[in-house]
């Protein structure tokens, strides 16, 4: 298993900031992974992160708005860029450990925009 | 492609009572099935996994899902519900080989005392 932790807990931001949001995982893991979990909603995936490469958005997600940084193996960030209250929602990350699709997620970030 | 759907966004029981959460899943691969759960203000945590193997799994707190492949369906159940099974549950799949999870759109199961 691992442990993740995720930073900040939640946050309430103006519309037009931005908001970079931590992942920390007690490993070393190739895939990282981002999702956005809006109210009462499932989990739609933003993008897939590997260390050393660009991240791969999934459709409806672009860098611009979302990027990404995966400097190491235990490390990412997502940034919420010019945010809009269409944004506030529940962002986790996940590591997948043994590449069979088995992810471990981090406790989330519960994002408002006023 | 896959997909997932869960039958019943909102699913009642009374304590003691068997718990049954439906989900069908769509793959043109064999799939790799999950039954996730997530307690209020909490991140996921995984249930229970199909990969390949015997279909019937056993996961933590009780719970249970067999892989149906002729019916397309991996239904969760627990034979006798516990207040602390109240929580949202998500059920998801990947394609073997392939990282990227699909979830369906949970289902909020509460345990009436």
């Known amino acids: 298993s691992a442990v993740i932790s995720q930073k900040p807990s939640r946050d309430i931001c103006q519309r037009g900031t931005s908001l970079t949001i931590q992942c920390q995982v007690d490993s070393q893991v190739t895939m990282m992974f981002w999702y956005r979990q809006q109210p009462g909603q499932s989990l739609t995936l933003i993008a897939t992160?590997?260390?050393?490469?660009?991240?791969?958005?999934e459709s409806g997600f672009v860098i611009d708005k979302f990027p990404i940084s995966r400097p190491n193996l235990t490390f990412s960030t997502l940034t919420v860029s010019n945010m809009s209250p269409e944004d506030s929602s529940i962002y986790l990350c996940?590591?997948?450990?043994?590449?069979?699709?088995?992810?471990?997620f981090g406790p989330g970030t519960r994002l408002t925009v006023t | 492609a896959q997909s997932v759907t869960q039958l019943g966004s909102h699913v009642s029981v009374s304590e003691g009572a068997l718990v049954l959460l439906r989900c069908n899943y769509s793959s043109s691969v064999p799939p790799y099935l999950f039954w996730y759960v997530q307690y209020p203000n909490q991140g996921l945590q995984l249930l229970l996994k199909y990969t390949t193997g015997a279909t019937l799994v056993k996961g933590i707190n009780g719970f249970e899902a067999e892989f149906k492949k002729s019916e397309t369906s991996f239904p969760l159940t627990k034979p006798s519900a516990h207040m602390s099974d109240a929580a949202e549950y998500f059920c998801a799949v990947s394609a073997q080989g392939a990282q990227k999870l699909v979830f369906g759109q949970g289902t909020r199961l509460t345990i009436n005392p």
């Open positions: 992160a590997n260390q050393g490469s660009e991240a791969t958005y």
């Open positions: 996940s590591v997948d450990l043994d590449r069979v699709g088995e992810q471990y």
